[in-house]
T-cell receptor
């Protein structure tokens, strides 16, 4: 099955800093998504981005499907950005997502 | 829309008891997914349905687990008998379509089996 590798596993930022999170896939995926799990455990879908670039406020994501990776950019980080960021994808015609282990982000005031 | 609704939010039960978790997907979504999250194994898919039909149940850990989707607006995940190693957060998610589609997660049910 598809393997999903996320880096870095942990990240500590000062409020206002920018960061880039990376997700690598062992095989091609066509259903790539980014999620944020907040400290209360809620999973929020940030992006559905099988290819290309999307932006939503201070967040943006880029997927290079041919090279099997995706990047999540967080600009001007805020303490509310803290939590765990997951990427997930599936292959072929399947809808089941395989999740990475996540990047734990802590933004300090 | 109300989003994906799960109940109960917390469940504490004794080993050997039956546990039933419930999920109401977003209205109009035709795919429903059950996930389990633990520290050891992370987020893993248990089973998913499309148009109320189970498509892939290969993630269901063993026969003690079963899931049903009797109609488009309701699904259950049942564990019988429950064991301490079943303690986890169980998430339900829904999406529009089968292959692909943005998945929206419910708040989860935190299950503790003592």
């Amino acid at each position: 099955g598809i393997q999903v590798e996320q880096s870095p596993p942990d990240l500590i930022l000062q409020e206002g800093a920018n960061s880039t999170l990376r997700c690598n896939f062992s095989d091609s995926v066509n259903n790539l998504q980014w999620f944020h799990q907040n400290p209360w455990g809620q999973l929020i879908n940030l992006f559905y981005i099988p290819s290309g670039t999307k932006q939503n406020g201070r967040l943006s994501a880029t997927t290079v499907a041919t090279e099997r990776y995706s990047l999540l950019y967080i600009s001007s980080s805020q303490t509310t950005d803290s939590g765990v960021y997951f990427c997930a994808g599936s292959g072929g015609s399947q809808g089941n997502l395989i999740f990475g282990k996540g990047t734990k982000l802590s933004v300090k005031p | 829309d109300a989003g994906v609704i799960q109940s109960p939010r917390h469940e504490v039960t004794e080993m050997g008891q039956e546990v039933t978790l419930r999920c109401k997907p977003i209205s109009g979504h035709n795919s429903l997914f059950w996930y389990r999250q633990t520290m050891m194994r992370g987020l893993e898919l248990l089973i998913y349905f499309n148009n109320n039909v189970p498509i892939d149940d290969s993630g269901m850990p063993e026969d003690r687990f079963s899931a049903k989707m009797p109609n488009a607006s309701f699904s259950t995940l049942k564990i019988q008998p429950s064991e301490p190693r079943d303690s986890a957060v169980y998430f339900c998610a829904s999406s529009l379509g089968l292959a692909g589609g943005r998945q929206y997660f419910g708040p989860g049910t935190r299950l503790t089996v003592t």
